[in-house]
């Protein structure tokens, strides 16, 4: 009996090893042997709430280490940044990287989704989100602690998969030869073009743009990434020809890598890409062209009144 028990725990951990799954419930992630030496869990939540209680283990990677600057944070950050950063916390081809973040609404999942697609960019194959982040952890009254972790750097040096990245020029070269479904992971307000992100010059959409609200992806009134079936009837919502490409996009990356995880991850469609740098960069291009559900001058010009009026008198 006691062989029968060791060889299925072998296998336990040789299918986590292997076969890591795209979202990982709290109890399967605690689950996971503590001694399963590719195991690395990264928080990306802010570093004080990390220094009060985090998965034991856990290492420390805030979110807006994985973002791009001000002007432009939906930027993919230079390669060399996210070489230093990902060696910082060990990480090698073999890892096995589960990313937590609070868990506290449907936009927060926006941030582990992005580090998901960031590392998956990175050539990281096996890769997991923890459904729900640390509030279902902690709802689950699973282990917490505070101590300081300490990771032997690694020297990996990963190289970019550019099929999974949709760049400015790309979508050009989309709309020019009308080759790619184009997913507009935005609330109705921005894709209708009645607002906008702060950092882009313009409102309104990618012609030709097909609306997918990224909050469609969590079970009503909760941060809960829905199972594979519901996934694959939510992608079933995109159209696209035989062939084509499918990009996902929002105003900085953030919304879109939702989409993205949904589309590409549980439904499991093929060629999916992340457009980064989204609105904000392709609205701050010179000459940009012109948008659909692009407001006229004249309602522009009343919508950078209001805003100019509200960030100085409120």
């Known amino acids: 009996m ?41 928080d990306i939540r802010d570093p004080q709430a990390y220094a009060k209680q985090h998965i034991p283990g856990a290492v420390s990677a805030p979110y807006g280490k994985w973002r791009g600057p001000a002007t432009n944070p939906g930027e993919l950050p230079d390669i060399s940044k996210l070489t230093q950063l990902v060696q910082s916390l060990g ?87 009308s080759n790619a479904a184009l997913v507009d992971s935005r609330p109705d307000a921005f894709y209708q073009g009645k607002t906008r992100a702060p950092a882009a010059k313009l409102s309104g959409t990618l012609p030709g743009a097909q609306q997918l609200d990224f909050n469609q ?32 996009f929002c105003n900085t990356g953030h ?14 469609l093929p060629n999916v890409k992340l457009y980064a740098g989204s609105m904000v960069d392709w609205t701050q291009q010179p000459d940009a062209p012109a948008l659909e559900n692009q407001p006229s001058r004249a309602e522009s010009l009343a919508y950078d009144a209001r805003q100019w009026w509200q960030r100085k008198f409120k």
């Not at 292997?18 to 399963?36: E, G, H, R, V």
């Not at 590392?119 to 699973?142: E, F, H, P, R, Y």
């Not at 919304?255 to 499991?268: Q, V």
């Open 91 to 177: 990480l090698t081809p073999a890892t096995h990287a589960v990313v937590v973040s609070s868990g506290a609404d449907a936009t927060d999942f926006g941030a582990s989704a992005r580090v998901y697609w960031t590392l998956k960019t990175l050539g990281l194959k096996q890769l997991s989100i923890v459904n729900g982040g640390m509030k279902a952890w902690a709802d689950a009254k699973l282990p917490q602690d505070n101590a300081a972790v300490q990771i032997a750097a690694s020297s990996w040096q990963p190289q970019l998969d550019t099929s999974l990245i949709a760049t400015r020029e790309d979508i050009r070269k989309n709309l020019d030869l």
């Open 217 to 248: 992806w969590f079970v009503p009134g909760t941060s809960t990434f829905v199972d594979t079936a519901a996934a694959k009837q939510i992608a079933a919502k995109v159209q696209r020809k035989q062939g084509e490409d499918m990009v996902a």
């Open 255 to 268: 919304w879109a890598a939702t989409d993205w995880f949904g589309l590409s991850e549980m439904a499991g």
């Open 2 to 42: 006691k062989k029968i028990l060791a060889f299925a725990l072998a296998l336990s951990a040789g299918h986590w090893a292997f076969a890591a799954q795209p979202l990982l419930t709290p109890a399967q992630l605690s689950a996971i042997p503590a001694s399963t030496a590719a195991l690395r869990v990264i």
